[in-house]
């Protein structure tokens, strides 16, 4: 699979113009070309994302310009009333930055309605505006790692609520007292773009943590595998949930495709059967039926009853014997399959875990893994994927030349890695913030402090900071397992 994107934009930002939008992506998605990956609307940026290897850039193109939507006054959504506790951690030094009192500050951000231009960033995240002029600074130069669920925050003209745990730049004020999200629920989602939101002061608890949505059966048909001790972060991972962006629901799924689709293959799987990601250590299992699995990627060595077995290969393992993993300080990520695939539970077409969204969890010890497959492959077989070496090449994004040429000019050491992206270290790049809108996987970031972040699998639907380029997606996998303290150069492609 190779994602291209393509972008539309309408201009000035209106509540028709933003209605406009949606109703375009609506009839994209209604009428749907093959290859279609995703559609995202934002404030008032349209973007496709599609494999280039089905469907030309040219027809793309052609079909997103033929069903735009003719221009028409927008139509009033829901009116929602949502109850807010303003006792947020940067609620004293917003006021004091803007010269109010805390008292003033929360009376003017709960005294206008708010129109929700988006669903992003995260599940069920709302861009909401306008913020009043008055009440308008940048976001935080450098983004907290953490912002905890439910909060309400603000960011220039923008009002949003974090659904759920993730990073943030945005300056918090207070906590919703009703959840945005919630996979359990019929309809997981509390707001949609065009409603109106009236935030109330209200006093009172955040709703309770969410309930991570299970996605493996209790009782597989096929019981192969028990987990005796889960190792660092084991994660069930299909190609990921596509077509889903507008809700905010991330990609997710296989950091390193190339080394997921290879343990497929080398067990005559479907190239999207579900497998195992495991990072940087492995779990113990015992094995209850004899069967072949298969292990790829880069940092594991598997052991079967302590005996290692050769990587990017498949292997005879029988009932009562114990499967664990080595580290080998080579890689941070890699994949187990089992015949026919994991046997796993979809939520929105994908088995995929989105830990933020509480879809999916790592493994526990008890679990029980099931193959979703009947079939007895062969063991033995290996594979041996050719991967190119030397600079990570990048494709322009943003007209940002400037941007572009830094980011070639040297080394960047890699600060840290997870699924959400890779924080990197090195010459100053330019940054700094532009309207929100969504971006592929690979996507270099650049906020205002000039530290570039490459977004990968869980990165946020919608951004708010300069994208000058991405990584091209044969690349990805390389840039899968790179650690911390490695060091990354670009060059253009």
Same mark, same amino acid.
């Given at each position: 699979?190779?994602?291209?994107?393509?972008?539309?934009?309408?201009?000035?930002?209106?509540?028709?113009?933003?209605?406009?939008?949606?109703?375009?992506?609506?009839?994209?998605?209604?009428?749907?070309?093959?290859?279609?990956?995703?559609?995202?609307?934002?404030?008032?940026?349209?973007?496709?994302?599609?494999?280039?290897?089905?469907?030309?850039?040219?027809?793309?193109?052609?079909?997103?310009?033929?069903?735009?939507?003719?221009?028409?006054?927008?139509?009033?959504?829901?009116? @929602?009333?949502?109850?807010?506790?303003?006792?947020?951690?940067?609620?004293?030094?917003?006021?004091?930055?803007?010269?109010?009192?805390?008292?003033?500050?929360?009376?003017?951000?709960?005294?206008?309605?708010?129109?929700?231009?988006?669903?992003?960033?995260?599940?069920?995240?709302?861009?909401?505006?306008?913020?009043?002029?008055?009440?308008?600074?940048?976001?935080?130069?450098?983004?907290?790692?953490?912002?905890?669920?439910?909060?309400?925050?603000?960011?220039?003209?923008?009002?949003?609520?974090?659904?759920?745990?993730?990073?943030?730049?945005?300056?918090?004020?207070?906590?919703?007292?009703?959840?945005?999200?919630?996979?359990?629920?019929?309809?997981?989602?509390?707001?949609?773009?065009?409603?109106?939101?009236?935030?109330? =002061?209200?006093?009172?608890?955040?709703?309770?943590?969410?309930?991570?949505?299970?996605?493996?059966?209790? +009782?597989?048909?096929?019981?192969?595998?028990?987990?005796?001790?889960?190792?660092?972060?084991?994660?069930? @991972?299909?190609?990921?949930?596509?077509?889903?962006?507008?809700?905010?629901?991330?990609?997710?799924?296989?950091?390193?495709?190339?080394?997921?689709?290879?343990?497929?293959?080398?067990?005559?799987?479907?190239?999207?059967?579900?497998?195992?990601?495991?990072?940087?250590?492995?779990?113990?299992?015992?094995?209850?039926?004899?069967?072949?699995?298969?292990?790829?990627?880069?940092?594991?060595?598997?052991?079967?009853?302590?005996?290692?077995?050769?990587?990017? +290969? +498949?292997?005879?393992?029988?009932?009562?014997?114990?499967?664990?993993?080595?580290?080998?300080?080579?890689?941070?990520?890699?994949?187990?399959?089992? =015949?026919?695939?994991?046997?796993?539970?979809?939520?929105?077409?994908?088995?995929?875990?989105?830990?933020?969204?509480?879809?999916?969890?790592?493994?526990?010890?008890?679990?029980?893994?099931?193959?979703?497959?009947?079939?007895?492959?062969?063991?033995?077989?290996?594979?041996?994927?050719?991967?190119?070496?030397?600079?990570?090449?990048?494709?322009?994004?943003?007209?940002?030349?400037?941007?572009?040429?830094?980011?070639?000019?040297?080394?960047?050491?890699?600060?840290?890695?997870?699924? @959400?992206?890779?924080?990197?270290?090195?010459?100053?790049?330019?940054?700094?913030?532009?309207?929100?809108?969504?971006?592929?996987?690979?996507?270099?970031?650049?906020?205002?402090?000039?530290?570039?972040?490459?977004?990968?699998?869980?990165?946020?639907?919608?951004?708010?900071?300069?994208?000058?380029?991405?990584?091209?997606?044969?690349?990805?996998?390389?840039?899968?397992?790179?650690?911390?303290?490695?060091?990354?150069?670009?060059?253009?492609?």
């Amino acid at each position: 699979m190779h994602p291209a994107v393509l972008y539309r934009r309408l201009a000035p930002l209106t509540p028709a113009s933003n209605a406009r939008l949606h109703r375009w992506a609506a009839a994209l998605l209604t009428q749907a070309l093959p290859g279609l990956l995703d559609v995202v609307p934002a404030y008032s940026s349209l973007y496709v994302e599609y494999d280039e290897q089905q469907v030309p850039e040219s027809e793309v193109a052609a079909w997103v310009d033929r069903l735009c939507p003719e221009e028409q006054q927008a139509q009033a959504g829901r009116t @929602m009333q949502l109850p807010v506790c303003y006792d947020g951690p940067d609620l004293d030094e917003v006021a004091a930055r803007l010269g109010l009192s805390v008292p003033e500050l929360v009376r003017q951000h709960s005294a206008v309605p708010y129109r929700v231009y988006a669903l992003g960033f995260v599940a069920g995240f709302p861009f909401m505006g306008e913020v009043p002029p008055a009440l308008q600074l940048p976001r935080r130069s450098v983004p907290r790692a953490r912002v905890p669920a439910h909060s309400v925050a603000m960011a220039a003209a923008q009002s949003g609520l974090y659904p759920v745990a993730s990073p943030g730049g945005w300056h918090l004020l207070g906590r919703a007292l009703e959840a945005a999200f919630d996979p359990r629920r019929p309809e997981p989602f509390l707001l949609q773009p065009g409603d109106t939101v009236q935030f109330v =002061p209200t006093p009172g608890e955040s709703p309770p943590d969410l309930v991570p949505l299970s996605l493996l059966p209790q +009782s597989p048909q096929r019981p192969l595998l028990r987990v005796e001790r889960p190792g660092a972060l084991d994660l069930l @991972m299909d190609r990921g949930r596509f077509l889903q962006g507008r809700y905010g629901l991330v990609r997710s799924g296989a950091l390193d495709a190339l080394a997921a689709d290879v343990a497929n293959r080398l067990l005559g799987n479907p190239p999207d059967a579900p497998v195992l990601e495991l990072h940087l250590s492995g779990p113990q299992l015992t094995v209850l039926a004899d069967a072949v699995l298969s292990v790829t990627g880069a940092g594991l060595v598997a052991l079967v009853d302590g005996e290692p077995q050769p990587t990017w +290969s +498949s292997f005879a393992v029988h009932a009562g014997q114990t499967l664990r993993f080595r580290p080998d300080g080579r890689g941070r990520v890699s994949y187990l399959a089992l =015949p026919g695939g994991l046997q796993a539970e979809p939520f929105r077409g994908s088995v995929s875990t989105d830990l933020k969204a509480g879809v999916g969890r790592p493994l526990q010890a008890g679990d029980v893994l099931g193959a979703a497959g009947a079939h007895r492959p062969l063991a033995g077989r290996r594979s041996h994927p050719r991967l190119t070496t030397g600079p990570i090449r990048l494709l322009p994004l943003d007209d940002d030349p400037a941007a572009l040429e830094a980011l070639c000019s040297a080394p960047f050491r890699v600060l840290d890695a997870d699924r @959400m992206g890779v924080r990197l270290d090195g010459p100053a790049v330019p940054g700094g913030e532009v309207r929100s809108e969504a971006s592929p996987i690979g996507t270099v970031q650049v906020p205002p402090s000039g530290q570039p972040i490459v977004l990968l699998n869980d990165k946020g639907t919608l951004g708010g900071y300069r994208k000058p380029a991405r990584v091209w997606p044969p690349d990805l996998p390389r840039l899968a397992q790179v650690r911390p303290g490695e060091w990354v150069r670009f060059r253009r492609a």
